[in-house]
Structure formats: structure tokens, C-alpha cells
């Protein structure tokens, strides 16, 4: 990330700030669909957050490479604030399948069952970190915690899967 790019969109220049989300945009569609299902939801959580970050772009840190998990704290709080929304729990959208590239396997499923049984908050870590690629230092602003907790978070949940899908490959 350039220093000059990081300046001139401090400085209100759209073409800048553009520039520096522009990468941002598809990790962070992703990552707003693992959160809410719903593909609608997630372009609008994105376009919030991308419009939330304009109005906020003179607190980025100069230097920095802080940028991505910012920005993904911003949708990340976009996400959870449509979640919150009366209408969100009132009505409900077919779930949307994403396509696989390959066959499913009779692993997937159960995999999936144990990761629909939890929470949002721990689907949206190992989506993180699993899907992603974020290291704990990015993830862990997302989230509200520190990149040890994050560290810690992502044990925990590994760990409590972990027998759930040994005992579901046995049969």
C-alpha cells in the first residue's frame, strides 16, 4: 500500500480511496455472505461499510497496513447490524447454496451440519481465518479482541468440532 495512496485518500480524494478498497471489495463480499446467508444482504452490508469508510476515510493510519482488517470491521459491523433488524428475523429467504467445483462428499455434510450449530461469531473466525487466509493480527480487530484472544478463539472452537466429525467419519 502506497504512503502517497494512503495520504491522498486521508485527504478526501476519491480516486485514492477507490484505489485502496478496490481489493478489499470481493474478500469482504465473501466474508459478509458467510455472516448472513443471503447475497442481497451481503452486497448491501458491502456497500454500507464501503460508504461507512468514506465518511470515515481520514481515520486511516498512515503507514499502516491496518486498511483490510478496518474495512472488514466496518462490514463485519454492517452485517451484524442487518442481523439485529426486525424484518431480518420476521422474514425468511430460501437458503442459497454456493455451487462446489468438485463432488460433494459425504465428509461436506456433516462438516456443514457442525458448522451451522455454531454461533455467528465462530463461523465468522474460521471464515477468517480458514477461507480468507487473514492472519490473527487482522482478525482480531474484526472481531473485537486482541490477535491472542482471536488465537485462542480459533483453538476452542477447532477443538470442540474436532470429535464431532472424527465420530462422523467412523460411520
Not at 25 to 41: I, N, Q, T, W
Request: charged content about 35%; overall charge positive; proline content about 5%.
Amino acid at each position: 500500500m502506497s504512503r502517497d495512496l494512503v495520504e491522498a485518500a486521508r485527504a478526501g480524494d476519491r480516486v485514492a480511496f477507490e484505489a485502496l478498497l478496490r481489493p478489499l471489495v470481493d474478500p469482504a463480499y465473501r466474508m459478509a455472505f458467510a455472516m448472513l446467508s443471503d447475497r442481497e444482504g451481503a452486497e448491501d452490508a458491502v456497500q454500507e461499510g464501503a460508504l461507512r469508510a468514506w465518511r470515515a476515510a481520514r481515520r486511516i493510519r498512515p503507514g499502516t497496513e491496518s486498511l483490510r482488517a478496518w474495512f472488514f470491521a466496518i462490514v463485519a459491523n454492517e452485517c451484524r447490524s442487518a442481523r439485529r433488524r426486525r424484518w431480518w428475523s420476521v422474514l425468511k429467504l430460501p437458503e442459497i447454496r454456493l455451487e462446489l467445483r468438485e463432488p460433494d462428499h459425504a465428509g461436506r455434510e456433516d462438516l456443514r451440519r457442525a458448522l451451522g450449530r455454531l454461533p455467528a461469531d465462530q463461523r465468522l473466525l474460521l471464515h477468517l481465518y480458514f477461507c480468507l487466509d487473514l492472519p490473527f493480527e487482522e482478525i482480531g480487530p474484526v472481531l473485537g479482541l486482541s490477535a491472542a484472544a482471536a488465537r485462542a478463539r480459533l483453538y476452542r472452537i477447532t477443538r470442540k468440532l474436532r470429535p464431532e466429525l472424527e465420530m462422523s467419519e467412523v460411520f
